[in-house]
Every structure is written in structure tokens, then in C-alpha cells.
């Protein structure tokens, strides 16, 4: 089975992508799209599972529980700026009512409902820059491990064209912490213009699993572990939303040692084996 998913025309419910533990074959992460037309509402909730709305575009009303919160969003497109996003606990059934065209990601893992729902405005959300060169990108923290929720971590990343993101390619697929920590994650790729293309790799020390995936606009890339380096060709600039989730919500990862004379600034081949 292919790491990838597509995306697909609308259902009834607005669903175009819908990626649970079950059909990822792991533990932890959910992940869901809606796209929305002006009016129409789409309804959720899980018990034992907490959720983060990331309002990619368009606004949106959501109700979560008893708390109501209006006109969330207002981005035109995922490249505009940070997020506006709501947080809803495990356990608490929410509502998104779209004012115009919009389109929502829902981000899900394990939680145990002891967190009240609030909204996450764009100035909440931490920016950071990553790398030099054309190993830039520019990061915004939604829910980092810093962040008030039970498991999930939420991060957009936009990669200029031309550049690599994820890279040094690197892995938190042991249980090792502090050395580093188990975490499943997924990638919602965007890109602008939206004909373009993008290239993601993963694979693993034994290569037990290798796989290179040339993703579209739209598309899911799922790790269930390994190493996930991601390339944007010139002309085409990439926005990915992660999600990640674990045993530990830490964020701790191990580059492969291959390549990790790039992420210390040595020289190729220096410090071979270490």
C-alpha cells in the first residue's frame, strides 16, 4: 500500500481526504479534510480522541460543546498567513458552519477530554525560520510541544521553490526519550501555482520501507516511521500541515547519520560512522 493518499471530489459531508488510525494502519494520528460551500455544515467528535480545526481557508463558524465561536479564518489560501484554528478536547462534538467557500483540515489523535475548547489566533502561533540557503523554510507552530494539548502537535511549513524542507532527512521512530521519541505523522501538501509538483522520500535505516512519492496539490504522504526529507522544484513553492502524535508529546528527532554533516556545517565525509 502507497504512503500516499489523494484527495477526491466532495462527499455529502464535504469530505475530500479522511485518514484514520485504522486505514493509516498505526495508533495515533487522524487526519481529515472538508471543503465546504457557503451554508453548509459539517459535524464531529470522538470519544478518547481530541481534535485541532486548522481553517485553511474560507471562514468559518464553529461550535464546540456549549461555546460557539464566530467568523473563524478569513485566509484566501494556505500561503497567506498563519492559521486561525480551534481546539476541541476529546470526547466534545463540534460543529463548522461555512460562511462562504472554505475548507478545513481536522487534525485528531488520543486525549482524554481534561482541556476546554479555545481558539489558537494567528498571533498565537509561534514563527520560526529553519536552515540556510536552499535549505530555508519558514515554520508556524500551531500546537508545538509547548503547547496546551494532550497529544497532538500541529505545524504548517511553507518551502520556498527551490528548496528542501525536512532535511538533513530525519526520524523520531523510537521510544527513546530524551534521545528520541516515537511520533507518527502525516503531510498535507499545497502547492502555488497549484499545477505544480513536489518530491517526498521515506525510508528507513534497513529500507524496509523506501519509497519516493511525487505529490500534487492536495495530497497526504503518511510516516509511519523512518526518515522523510521533501523537495519543491524551482517555480513552485510547497506548503505541508503536519500532524504528529506519540506515546510522549515530545518532539525529539535523530537525522541520519549519513547526512548529518549538513544540519553541523562539516564537510562531506567528515566524521564518517559517527
Not at 470519544?47 to 460557539?68: F, I, K, Q, Y
Not at 497567506?80 to 478536547?89: D, H, I, K, N, Q
Not at 495530497?219 to 500532524?243: F, W
Request: hydrophobic share 35%; charged share 25%; proline share 7%.
Amino acid at each position: 500500500m502507497s504512503l500516499k493518499v489523494r484527495s477526491h471530489e466532495p462527499d455529502p459531508q464535504g469530505v475530500v481526504l479522511d485518514i484514520t488510525p485504522e486505514s493509516a494502519g498505526w495508533r495515533y494520528v487522524g487526519f481529515k479534510v472538508v471543503r465546504l460551500a457557503a451554508g453548509q455544515v459539517h459535524d464531529g467528535g470522538e470519544e478518547g480522541r481530541e481534535a485541532c480545526l486548522v481553517v485553511l481557508s474560507g471562514t468559518v463558524d464553529v461550535t464546540a460543546g456549549e461555546v460557539r465561536f464566530d467568523q473563524m479564518g478569513g485566509r484566501t489560501d494556505v500561503f497567506e498567513g498563519p492559521a486561525t484554528s480551534v481546539y476541541v478536547p476529546a470526547g466534545t462534538s463540534y460543529s463548522i458552519k461555512a460562511a462562504g467557500n472554505a475548507e478545513v483540515a481536522i487534525c485528531t489523535a488520543p486525549g482524554g477530554g481534561n482541556r476546554r475548547p479555545r481558539v489558537i489566533a494567528p498571533e498565537d502561533v509561534r514563527l520560526e525560520t529553519r536552515g540556510q540557503g536552499t535549505n530555508q523554510r519558514f515554520v508556524r507552530n500551531i500546537l508545538d510541544d509547548a503547547g496546551d494539548a494532550e497529544s497532538l502537535l500541529v505545524v504548517e511549513v511553507i518551502t520556498p521553490g527551490g528548496h528542501w524542507s525536512s532535511y538533513p532527512p530525519h526520524k523520531h521512530d523510537r521510544d527513546a526519550w530524551p534521545q528520541e521519541t516515537f511520533l507518527e505523522e502525516t503531510y498535507y501538501h499545497r502547492l502555488s501555482p497549484p499545477q505544480g509538483f513536489a518530491f517526498q522520500r521515506v525510508y528507513t535505516d534497513d529500507r524496509s520501507i523506501d519509497e519516493t512519492m511525487a505529490v500534487e496539490d492536495g495530497d497526504v504522504v503518511q510516516v509511519p516511521r523512518g526518515y522523510h526529507p521533501v523537495g519543491a522544484p524551482h517555480g513552485y513553492d510547497l506548503y505541508y500541515l503536519n500532524v504528529m502524535a506519540g506515546p510522549r508529546r515530545d518532539w525529539v528527532f535523530a537525522n541520519d547519520p549519513a547526512h548529518d554533516w549538513i544540519a553541523r556545517g562539516a564537510s562531506p565525509g567528515t566524521d564518517k560512522g559517527e
